[in-house]
């Protein structure tokens, strides 16, 4: 049974830092992509970076690149999404996500989701 559990999230004022953890249980991830993705109220859930587990390559938003870093930990079977310079636009709840896809900004692409992290940020 596949379980990602993510921690890391809360309320932090714009231009501050946050670092967001999903520990991946229940399988081998090598050879999965794992996913952050995130939805504001009443919005689509949108893509917010990826990372292939085993080669460490690693896609991003175009809202977010320059600001967001997405890692992981083999050791730990963690991906760390830290974030900075963060902006009021950026609140949603984050979840993880993990699949075996090269369609790597699209939801229906993972199978396996965590149940989500808020992420507030004040003006």
């Known amino acids: 049974q596949v379980q990602l559990e993510e921690s890391g999230g809360g309320l932090v004022q714009a231009g501050g830092s946050l670092r967001l953890s999903c520990t991946a249980s229940?399988?081998?991830?090598?050879?999965?992509?794992m996913g952050w993705f995130r939805q504001a109220p009443g919005k689509e859930r949108e893509f917010v970076a990826t990372?292939?587990?085993?080669?460490?390559?690693?896609y991003y938003a175009d809202s977010v690149k320059g600001r967001f870093t997405i890692s992981r930990d083999s050791a730990k079977n963690t991906v760390y999404l830290q974030m900075n310079s963060l902006k009021p636009e950026d609140t949603a709840v984050y979840y993880c996500?993990?699949?075996?896809?090269?369609?790597?900004?699209?939801?229906?692409?993972?199978?396996?989701w965590g149940q989500g992290t808020q992420v507030t940020v004040s003006s």
């Open positions: 996500a993990a699949g075996i896809t090269v369609l790597y900004s699209r939801p229906s692409s993972y199978p396996y």
């Open positions: 229940g399988r081998t991830f090598s050879g999965y992509a």
């Open positions: 990372i292939r587990w085993s080669s460490g390559n690693n």
